[in-house]
């Protein structure tokens, strides 16, 4: 994941919709088993993508 290039609202729309589709019940457990593996990737990926964040918010704050 590179900064410059990571896209949190996009990660954060394919998460719900993921979340939408095993929601649904209509898939396959296959399918399911699938967007849910992509959907813990796209979770991770988040998680990182907020800790960075938080730990620039940490550095203005300090700076001040």
């Known amino acids: 994941m590179e900064d410059n290039k990571y ?3 996009a990660s954060l729309t394919k ?3 993921i979340v939408s589709k095993i929601s649904d019940q209509s ?10 593996e ?5 979770v991770k990926e988040l998680e990182l993508a907020l ?3 938080s730990e620039e918010v940490e550095k203005v704050i300090e700076v001040k």
């Open 7 to 9: 896209d949190f609202e």
């Open 15 to 17: 998460l719900e919709e």
């Open 27 to 36: 898939l396959g457990l296959d399918e399911s088993l699938k967007l849910y």
């Open 38 to 42: 992509e959907g813990t990737k796209i």
């Open 51 to 53: 800790k960075k964040a």
